[in-house]
């Protein structure tokens, strides 16, 4: 029968551990990758639409000496004494694939809104606001696929910019003003693929007390949506790596037998615990000998290593010894003065006479060290 490696308890503790974590690690991975592979979201669209706001508008001019045409078209500049009135369109429409219940509702109203600060720095604040309803709330109550909403308004620049002198007037804080021109739409879509609320709102910005301006106009071209469904798709087994997994736990597996079948631990004797406290604790004293030290005629044995420091500190001599790979080997320490020796023997029971002796002068016992 062959004999067990000798492992020291710890390392073989230590090695069976790490193997029982790799395997409970890859048994955990494997189940986790069979039953619970993960799933990836697909989406199918139950229904899809798209929406569509604009503003048209046209700024009709009263006769004057500078213009030959009676209006003006959008994105120029209008001179506010020249100004008649300002005729918009506002326009929604939505286009399903299919037929919807389509219900909800839509107005049109004008915001006057006094304010201080810039919008392109951030620093707009509204002061005061007067709401004016153009168009009153209309419902919407269709069944179809496409729904075409449009109104037409003409607002009186004038009368508005009127009110507004009153206001400044009376309140007698003069800052900007502007008239913002909103269509609200809100519209519900019922489907088979489920029920969505749409809002939107397209508007213009015309400003007030000024002797010229230009009207900004906010709207969304094209706004497509859906109706979706997500749908957990169970992943594939990724047969890669179960096969490296599994041959990570068959290694493991083997190193786990091997350790437990081959080899056997041992522990430290109270030989290397004391051998291995003297070199943690007084290494740095220690000289280590390629050969064995010559004993002197005349020596000394001390009981502890503790005894042989203190005769080395107040000889001020080093501690020597015979290095050897095998701390259990080192049984000698020696502190050699110019006639007699000191000699700690660490296994003194094998030499209850004390340590072999050389014959010889002393003069050449210290030169052979």
Known sequence: M?????LQKRYRVFFILIALLIISAGIIFIVKEVKFSGYSEERNILYSFN??????YKVFL???????????????IYIS???????????????????????????????????????????????????????????????????????????????YND?????????????????????NVELKISTIGGTKELKHTPYITIPLNTNYFQIVKKVSKENPGSFERVEQIPLPIDNFKIGIFSSIE???????AFIIFKTKST??????????????????????????AIV??????????????????????????KHNASIDKILKFYVFDEKIMYILNINASEHPDGPPSVKGEEGEAAESI
């Open 2 to 6: 062959k004999k067990k490696i000798e």
């Open 51 to 56: 929406n569509k706001e604009d503003i048209n």
């Open 62 to 76: 009263k006769p004057n000496i500078l213009y030959d045409t009676d209006s003006l078209g959008e994105d120029e």
């Open 81 to 159: 004494e020249f100004i008649d009135y300002i005729d918009a369109a506002f326009k929604y429409e939505f286009t399903g694939e299919k037929e919807a219940n389509l219900q909800g509702k839509y107005e049109i109203i004008a915001q006057m809104e006094g304010y201080t600060g810039n919008e392109k720095e951030g620093t707009l604040r509204t002061v005061w606001t007067k709401y004016f309803t153009i168009v009153p709330a209309k419902d919407i109550q269709v069944r179809d696929k496409i729904l075409s909403i449009e109104e037409n308004i003409k607002l009186n620049w004038h009368e």
């Open 163 to 183: 009110l507004v002198l009153k206001v400044l007037n009376v309140s007698k804080v003069s800052i900007p003003v502007k008239m913002n021109v909103f269509m």
């Open 250 to 256: 068959l290694i493991a597996w083997l190193i786990l």
């Open 267 to 292: 522990k430290r004797t109270p030989l290397e615990i004391e051998l291995i406290r003297i070199f943690k604790k007084y290494g740095d004293r220690l000289v280590a000998l390629k050969n064995e």
């Open 296 to 321: 002197f005629e005349k020596y000394s044995e001390v009981q502890t290593i503790e005894d042989l420091v203190r005769i080395a500190d107040e000889l001020a001599r080093p501690i020597m010894y």
